[in-house]
Nanobody, 126 residues
Framework: QVQLVESGGGLVQAGGSLRLSCAAS????????MGWFRQAPGKDREFVAA????????YYADSVKGRFTISRDNAKNTVYLQMNSLKPEDTAVYYC???????????????????WGQGTQVTVSS
């Protein structure tokens, strides 16, 4: 089992920044690809960003490309999502997810992940 705990959400004005963190425990973090997803009220969960176990490969949704950056610190068992130039449409609950992967498999869909955190609310006011 892998336990994931997100933090860093909050209320921010449009154009502002937030950094989300996801702390992992329970297994060797370096063996896992990590992803961030979000779900706004009344909408389906959507992919935001993903990073391979090594950190050498990253993927982003078109809607956040150039504004968000995913990174990981394997020594701290933590993955981050730096969010800049936030827009009201970024408002959602943000979830991190993990899947065992040592062959650069880095899913960009929810079913590709086995473990999920409880989520952290991000609200962007206009």
């Amino acid at each position: 089992q892998v336990q994931l705990v997100e933090s860093g959400g909050g209320l921010v004005q449009a154009g502002g920044s937030l950094r989300l963190s996801c702390a992992a425990s329970g297994r060797t973090f370096i063996n896992y690809a990590m992803g961030w997803f979000r779900q706004a009220p009344g909408k389906d969960r959507e992919f935001v960003a993903a990073i391979s176990w090594s950190g050498r490969t990253t993927y982003y949704a078109d809607s956040v490309k150039g504004r968000f950056t995913i990174s990981r610190d394997n020594a701290k068992n933590t993955v981050y999502l730096q969010m800049n130039s936030l827009k009201p449409e970024d408002t959602a609950v943000y979830y991190c997810a993990a899947v065992y992967s040592r062959n650069n498999y880095t899913p960009r869909t929810g079913p590709g992940y086995d473990y999920w955190g409880q989520g952290t609310q991000v609200t962007v006011s206009s």
